[in-house]
DNA sequence: GTCGGTGCCCTTTTT
DNA sequence: GGGCACCGAC
């Protein structure tokens, strides 16, 4: 059966769906259809004969590749084979696996998450001898520097300079620290995530035979969400595309929220000179939310710096103004957003509410509060399904199967057992690497469970078992260890493993079963979703759009989170960011504000301002309500015509904002914020941030 | 070398 | 609530 595309896609869809030879932008405003457009230009591709082997669908997430492909193909009403899609990581992993020769990488590699790469940072931090200064950063602090340095391509100090000017007096040891870093992922074949992109960028520039042939297999490539994508991507989308340069980008400037990993808006500002001839299509009309909720997420935008200046218009859906409610304090707000989501249920399916937040841990009250009363959901962002302690133990044993020269996956399989540390794991590694096998004896010789352990290791070693097998070989050996390790939940994690095996089942390669539990996410979606409440960090709800969705804790420090408040250029993307939650929703739109927050060193509770984003909001785009002393929520009434925001133009009077400045005390510091009318806020390297008077600040 | 207890710290976002 | 360093006991 033939689609009828014209029927079924406004014009400029029309013309983005079936423009199929040369370079393509596509500014898509948010809820303008853009999936749709990807999903129609698939099809059409295909229907026009092209083989789906030929096309390159790069997107955010995996999900969201298999989501479209399912999508083409019930349009098409034919299955699609063989089409190449996922994440930039995945594609450049199994790329690297594949020509790793060319690249004279004899060994192979392994991928490793962040908690390894800490794991390695916090090894050279010892090794180093910098573990005794308490005020010297975590490991997760130096990861989180290098692999920001990586992905902007800035040097370490710049980095430093830019985002934790207090931390520069550590510079000298933080660079031997990523020396070190580097140094030991060489030596042991791993890479991180981004030498993921960095490599295949040295591939492909490199080996003009793998270039060409890449260029050829994919002759149609698609990249979604082109606004978060970082320097090296970019080049390496320009190098995949090569001379024909059929490439189609899809993006929204106003939705970059993924500045902080070096993602710059440039790709898509300068995409009409890296590929002359450049058609660009805008997506404007909005077929998601009704109007008032569009009113309200164009206001929010309207104090944004957009370059791709849009104007999203839609059928004017009525629908009731987005609602704001004060609450009394960060624990009161978990049980109004519990009575507001049983409130939604009566007219909505659960999986059609979802509650977002800046930060994972900002949902644990409401995660208690569900519980409570057994309203079951599922929640996407915070800690990594293979982060959790028990898989990452499980993961361990896995590699130590395949590779028994895996130091990172000795101490944390190992350190398991009673009598084993960090020491006899390291030694353990040596006997492997270096067949010292009278060590390996006397080591066992004084550690029974040592020895039955390795021998267990051995006999499954040789037995070249499928994963699915082996992993359930593994869990036999492990689950002494969880009942030990984990009393409290064990059921849960039990239940973790089962789904691990599930996920095993698909694959016939250990190493790639491994390297893609590194890479993926969302792997749990072979678990029941259906009907489960969502609660999702806002960078996790990318792309996604629900009837129902309430915002938490919009209160400074929080939303913008307080980290944000280092320079101007992330505070816009804190907007951006609340921009990108509030256009997820069709209908209805609760967004909540807690005027106390709980403090647990302290045990009370402390006044906190509402967020900047929600102060500047005029009284009639929203409704607004407070709880009182009995839990309660009461509209309150706007008396008169709205007061214009006084906070509107604050935004650009920093005049001198990202300067530096000196100060008698502390010393020179980086101006953050001015605080109207006579106050700036500083940060000092050995101070940390302080707000002073300006009459004490001498300005460079 | 390892283990368990204590006390102190700060809590972003993701591949 | 968890990471991290330290300290004393085995």
């Known amino acids: 059966m033939k689609v009828n595309y014209e029927q079924e896609l406004n014009p400029a869809q029309l013309k983005a769906v079936t ?180 490599f295949f960028e040295q591939l492909l520039q490199q080996d003009q035979n793998v270039r060409s042939f890449l260029q050829q297999r994919f002759s149609f490539i698609m990249v979604d969400e082109f606004q978060d994508t970082n320097k090296v991507q970019g080049r390496i989308v320009q190098l995949l595309a090569g001379p024909s340069a059929n490439i189609m980008a899809v993006g929204d400037d106003a939705q970059s929220i993924y500045a902080f990993r070096g993602a710059s808006v440039e790709n ?35 104090l944004a710096q957009e370059k791709y200046p849009k104007k999203l218009f839609s059928e004017n859906i009525q629908g009731p103004k987005p609602e704001l409610f004060y609450t009394k304090s960060d624990l009161s707000q978990a049980q109004l957003v519990v009575k507001k989501i049983q409130e939604l249920s009566l007219s909505y399916p659960y999986h059609e509410i979802a509650v977002l937040f800046r930060a994972g841990y900002q949902s644990y009250a409401l995660e208690m509060e569900l519980g409570k009363i057994g309203i079951k959901f599922q929640k996407f962002g915070g800690q990594k399904f293979s982060e959790a302690a028990h898989i990452k133990d499980i993961i361990a044993f896995l590699r130590l199967v395949t590779n028994p020269c895996d130091v990172l996956a000795w101490t944390r399989a190992l350190g398991n057992i009673k009598g084993v540390g960090p020491k006899t794991c390291q030694k353990l590694y040596q006997c492997f690497f270096e067949a010292n096998f009278s060590l390996l004896d006397s080591l066992c010789a004084k550690n029974q469970e040592l020895k039955t352990m390795l021998q267990q290791l051995d006999s499954l070693r040789q037995k070249k078992l499928a994963p699915q097998d082996l992993l359930e070989e593994v869990i036999k050996i492990y689950t002494p260890i969880m009942e030990e390790k984990f009393v409290d939940d064990l059921p849960k994690r ?25 890479l993926e996410t969302s792997l ?37 989170s307080r980290h944000a408040l280092m320079d101007p250029k992330s505070l816009e ?39 900047p984003f929600i102060r500047e909001v005029p009284d009639d785009l929203i409704q607004k309500y407070q709880e009182d002393h009995f839990g309660t929520l009461h509209q309150i009434d706007v008396l008169g015509p709205s007061k214009p925001p006084k906070t509107g133009q604050q935004k650009h009077d920093f005049t001198s904002t990202g300067s530096y400045c000196l100060h008698k005390i502390f010393g020179r510091g980086k101006v953050i914020a001015h605080i109207p009318p006579n106050k700036y806020k500083i940060h000092f390297p050995e101070h940390g941030l302080k707000t002073v008077l300006a009459d004490y600040l001498e300005f460079e």
């Open 19 to 198: 423009h199929t030879h040369g370079p393509l932008l596509v500014i898509a405003g948010a809820g303008s259809g853009k999936t749709r457009t990807i999903v129609y230009r698939l099809a059409y591709l295909v229907e026009k004969g092209v083989f789906p082997a030929e096309i390159l669908l790069l997107t955010f997430t995996r999900k969201a590749a298999s989501e479209m492909l399912f999508r083409a193909e019930n349009i098409l009403e034919q299955q699609i084979h063989g089409l190449n899609g996922g994440t930039f990581h995945s594609f450049a992993c199994t790329m690297l696996k594949k020509f790793s020769l060319n690249l004279g990488w004899e060994e192979g590699f392994s991928v490793i998450d962040q908690s390894d790469a800490t794991d390695i940072i916090r090894q050279a931090k010892y090794n180093l001898n910098l573990h005794k200064d308490k005020t010297f950063p975590k490991p997760h602090t130096i990861y989180d520097l290098i692999s920001r340095s990586r992905n902007k391509e800035l040097s370490l100090e710049q980095t430093i300079v830019n985002q934790s000017y207090h931390l520069l007096t550590f510079l000298e040891d933080i660079e031997k620290i990523a020396d070190y870093y580097k140094k030991f992922k060489a030596k042991h074949f791993l890479l991180d995530y981004d030498d993921l992109l960095f």
């Open 524 to 560: 749990e979606d072979r678990e029941e979703l259906k009907d489960k409440l969502v609660l999702s960090t806002i960078h996790s709800a990318k792309g996604l759009e629900w009837d129902c969705v309430l915002i938490i804790d919009l209160v400074e420090e929080r939303f913008p």
């Open 573 to 611: 993307e804190e907007r951006r960011l609340l921009y990108v939650a509030c256009t997820r929703a069709r209908k209805y739109l609760g967004l909540f504000v807690p005027t106390n927050i709980y403090n647990r060193y302290q045990g009370n509770f402390e006044p906190r301002a509402p967020s």
């Open 268 to 302: 898509i500002l300068n995409f009409p000179q890296t590929f002359p001839g450049t058609t660009i299509v805008k997506l404007e009309q909005n077929y998601r939310s009704t109007q008032p909720i569009l009113s309200f997420t164009n206001h929010i935008l309207s």
């Open 494 to 518: 039990m239940a973790g493993l089962e789904q691990l095996l599930q996920i095993a089942s698909i694959y016939d390669d250990v190493e790639l079963f491994l390297a893609d539990l590194t």
